[in-house]
C-alpha cells in the first residue's frame, strides 16, 4: 500500500531468503507451525493506519455501552452459559478487510470481530524475525499506540496471569497439540509462562480444578481459555472430561461467554462506514433483489465455515433457523498486494487487550492475512504463493 516500500521490498525478495527465514520461524518450535506463512508483510501508511484505529474505536464505543450485556443476551447458546461472567472481554479482535469504497479510494471494512484470544504470543516471535530476514523501515512498526516487544510482553502477562501465580493460570484447550494455532499456545509458554492444558487432562476437587506436572497437583484458579464451544461440542471426548459449563472455583479470561457476545452476533448492531450493512436473517422480512451484493454467514462458526459466499433464493429458503444467520453486504476487497504474479488481498486483525480496572480496551498488535482466493484464510488459497499468515507494518505517527 506504501508503493516505494512495495518496489524496495519485492525487488530485494529471493526464495533463497524466504527459505531461510520459514526455516527460522520452524526452528523455535519444529512441527508446530502448521499454517502457510506468507512471503511479505504489508506496509500500512499513517492516514489508512487511522482509518482503522478510528473504525476499532467507534465499536469499542458500542462495546462499553451500560447496556451492551443486555443487548447481546441472546446470543449466547444456553449449552454455552459458564458461570462467573465478569463485565468485560480481556481480548478483543477485529477483522478489517482492505476494500474499495465507491470514490476508489482504500477503505477498512469490518470482516468480523471477537472477544476471544487469537495468535498475540506467535505474533512476538513473527514480527522479531521477520525484522531479521527482510529489509523494513525503521519507521514502521507492527505494534501499536506506542508498544514495543519490553512493554507488551509484561501486559500481555499482567492481562493473562491477573493477581495469581503463573502455575495457577492454565491455557485452556481441547487435544491442544493438535490445533493448527499451536505455535501461539507454545509461544505463549515461553513468554507468559503458563502450561497448556489439554480439557481432557483436567481434574476436579469437588468445585475446584487441578491438573498434575511432573506427579504433583497444581490448583487452577484462572483459565486463559482457548476453547472454542462449537469446536468442543463436535468432539468425541473420552469418558470422565469434564464439563467445563459447570460452576467451578476459576476465573476466566476471557469468559466464555464474549466470544458470543463480542461476535457476528454484534454487527448488526452497529453503525458505521467501516461497517457493512448487516442484519439477522430473521429481520430479512424480503429477500433483496441483488443477492449476488451479499453474503450469508452462520452467527456461530468459526474459521470460515459454512459461510455462503454466492447467495441464491434456494439458500435462504434452505435455513431453518434465520435468527442464528446473519446477511451482510459484501465489500469489494482491494487487489493490493503486488506480488511476483497476481495481487493478494489482506485482511487485518487489530489485537486490543482489556485490563481490569480501565474503561476500555487498548490496540497493541496485529496479525495479517494474504489471499488469492475467494475466501481470506490458508484453507482457501491452496497451491497459492505470497499467500497466508502475516502482519502489517504501521507507520509511526
Not at 494474504?370 to 499467500?387: F, H, P, Q, T
Request: charged share 25%; glycine share 4%; hydrophobic share 40%.
Amino acid at each position: 500500500m506504501v508503493p516505494e516500500i512495495r518496489k524496495a521490498f519485492n525487488a530485494a525478495f529471493t526464495p533463497e531468503k524466504y527459505q531461510a527465514y520459514l526455516k527460522a520461524l520452524n526452528a523455535v518450535h519444529p512441527g508446530d507451525l502448521e499454517f502457510r506463512v506468507a512471503e511479505t508483510p504489508i506496509f500500512i501508511d499513517k492516514a489508512f493506519k487511522h482509518k482503522v484505529l478510528d473504525a476499532c474505536e467507534s465499536i469499542v464505543d458500542v462495546i462499553v455501552q451500560p447496556d451492551f450485556k443486555t443487548l447481546t443476551d441472546n446470543a449466547i447458546p444456553e449449552n454455552a452459559r459458564v458461570s462467573h461472567e465478569n463485565a468485560f472481554s480481556h481480548f478483543i479482535a477485529f477483522d478489517f478487510g482492505i476494500c474499495i469504497d465507491d470514490e476508489g479510494n482504500y477503505t477498512p471494512q469490518l470482516i468480523e470481530m471477537q472477544g476471544f484470544p487469537t495468535l498475540f504470543a506467535y505474533q512476538i516471535l513473527h514480527t522479531e524475525i521477520t525484522r531479521q530476514y527482510f529489509p523494513l523501515p525503521a519507521n514502521y512498526d507492527s505494534y501499536l499506540s506506542g508498544f514495543t516487544k519490553e512493554t507488551y510482553i509484561p501486559f500481555l502477562k499482567e492481562v493473562i496471569i491477573g493477581n495469581h501465580q503463573p502455575e495457577n493460570v492454565i491455557l485452556l484447550e481441547i487435544y491442544p497439540e493438535k490445533q493448527k494455532t499451536r505455535i501461539d499456545f507454545k509461544c505463549t509458554e515461553d513468554y507468559v509462562g503458563i502450561k497448556t492444558v489439554c480439557l481432557t487432562k483436567l481434574k476436579a476437587d469437588g468445585n475446584n480444578l487441578y491438573y498434575e506436572n511432573d506427579g504433583q497437583r497444581i490448583n487452577v484458579e484462572r483459565i486463559y481459555n482457548r476453547l472454542i464451544f462449537d469446536d468442543l461440542q463436535q468432539q468425541n471426548l473420552p469418558e470422565g472430561t469434564i464439563d467445563i459449563t459447570k460452576d467451578w472455583n476459576v476465573e476466566w479470561c476471557p469468559h466464555p461467554a464474549w466470544f458470543y457476545r463480542i461476535s457476528k452476533f454484534t454487527l448488526p448492531l452497529i453503525r458505521s462506514p467501516y461497517v457493512p450493512e448487516t442484519r439477522y436473517l430473521s429481520d430479512v422480512k424480503e429477500t433483496p433483489a441483488n443477492l449476488e451484493d451479499y453474503v450469508l454467514k452462520p452467527l456461530f462458526s468459526f474459521a470460515g465455515q459454512g459461510v455462503v459466499i454466492d447467495v441464491t433464493p434456494a439458500d435462504i429458503a434452505a435455513i431453518k433457523d434465520p435468527q442464528n444467520w446473519i446477511l451482510q453486504r459484501k465489500v469489494k476487497y482491494a487487489d493490493v498486494i503486488l506480488t511476483p504474479d497476481i495481487p493478494a488481498k489482506a485482511e487485518i486483525r487489530i489485537f486490543y487487550f482489556w485490563k481490569e480496572g480501565e474503561a476500555r480496551p487498548v490496540a497493541t498488535q496485529n496479525l495479517a492475512r494474504l489471499s488469492k482466493g475467494k475466501m481470506i484464510g490458508v484453507r482457501y488459497n491452496a497451491d497459492k504463493e505470497w499467500v497466508g499468515g502475516s502482519l502489517a507494518y504501521f507507520e509511526k505517527d
